[in-house]
């Protein structure tokens, strides 16, 4: 056995660089290029169902996930508490599944319904479903008549996994060392890890999490109202973005889609120095497609992009959005082919600006197109 100092094992990022390491490299993002799926030629709303079978089947398989695996559990909801202020009702809930996974989540409804049908909207962000709240946008929702989610999925949020005081760890050479844990580090690597040795990801898991939260939400709809509501869905942040993104990607019912702080794509992580978190990576992504081809599937549905972002050196950068609009030209093509093009939109505003303005045309209903040339 090759002892642990060994120049030929040093390959992880806090060691020497082989001399090979370049070649390898340049053939990694040539290869990934090379594989990215870009068959998008339709005429017909058939020949679009067909195209869209294909992806959807291409991004179950890389998630891991099951459709029909969201249709075996049961919903159990434990309603933890409520409370009314001046004009709303804010309730606290915890919904369970797959295995002991909880849910927590707070909805605001008006205390007064306005009559007709209602809207809905669900609200995720990377530092917890708390953070993206304010006054102001509270106030644009509930007068409007409309309903407020905000949730975590599992690893954000409440259900955040905390690094303990001191753990061990195995080192580069090969030997476990006991070492103290930074002012909140998390065990997101870990639990990523784990997730890939038994051959899922914790980002499909988290799809899962959100595409189970919604079809709960719509049988509560349905069994209260009997009827569903029009969805909106914002995310703030590069892991909850990328997962509202594949599940508006799945689930055709989610009529608006905002994302704050999407990774550009997929490609730019193939590359010396791009380290991003480890619960977005995924097996075989490249093989199959990019980003731009999953925010394709969301037509005809409205899309917006806002501040997306790269890795490098560790740490994340927001993109010109000349730039992204040119990484995104396959779904700007898509959008255009149906008939939608104005429902696709890259942008760099403030976050919160952006969700009172997208609420406010929401609100007003969109007409559907027709799908073909």
């Known amino acids: 056995i090759e002892p642990p100092e060994s120049v030929d094992l040093k390959c992880s990022m806090w060691c020497p660089f082989l001399s090979s390491s370049q070649p390898l490299l340049r053939f990694s993002q040539e290869t990934c290029r090379k594989y990215v799926f870009r068959d998008c030629t339709f005429n017909t709303p058939e ?69 007709g049908k209602r809207a809905c909207l669900v609200m995720m962000c990377d530092n917890g479903k708390l953070s993206c709240l304010d006054e102001k946008l509270l106030g644009s929702v509930l007068e409007n008549g409309a309903d407020l989610f905000v949730l975590d999925v599992r690893g954000l949020g409440e259900t955040l996994p905390i690094a303990p005081t001191h753990r061990i760890i195995a080192t580069a050479d090969g030997t476990l060392a006991e070492v103290e844990s930074e002012t909140e580090e998390t065990l997101e690597f870990e639990v990523a ?116 972002i790269l890795f490098k050196d560790g740490e994340q950068y927001e993109v010109e959005v000349d730039v992204a609009k040119s990484a995104y030209t396959f779904t700007l093509d898509m959008y255009q082919s149906m008939g939608c093009n104005e429902r696709f939109r890259i942008d760099c505003k403030p976050f919160p600006a952006l969700v009172l303005e997208e609420i406010a045309t929401f609100l007003v209903a969109w007409p559907e197109p027709c799908i073909g040339r």
């Open 47 to 115: 020949e679009w169902r067909v195209l869209k079978e294909k992806l959807t089947a291409k991004v179950l398989s890389v998630l891991n996930l099951s459709l029909e695996e969201l249709l075996a559990y049961k919903p159990a909801i434990l309603k933890e508490g409520e409370y009314e202020c001046c004009n709303y009702r804010v309730e606290r809930f915890v919904l369970s599944w797959d295995e002991g996974i909880t849910i927590p989540f707070y909805r605001w409804t008006p205390s007064e319904s306005r009559g």
């Open 193 to 308: 890890t784990n997730h890939m040795m038994i051959g899922t990801s914790l980002l499909g898991r988290q799809v899962a999490d959100l595409l189970y939260f919604l079809r709960v939400l719509r049988i509560l709809y349905e069994e209260q109202a009997n009827s569903l509501p029009r969805t909106a869905l914002f995310s703030s942040g590069v892991r909850t973005s990328l997962v509202s993104l594949f599940a508006s990607a799945i689930d055709d019912e989610i009529q608006l889609v905002v994302l704050d702080n999407l990774l550009l794509n997929y490609v730019s992580l193939v590359g010396r120095g791009t380290l991003a978190p480890m619960g977005i990576y995924l097996f075989d992504v490249l093989r199959n497609f990019d980003l731009d081809c999953v925010a394709a599937m969301v037509a005809p549905h409205r899309l917006v992009i806002n501040r997306p």
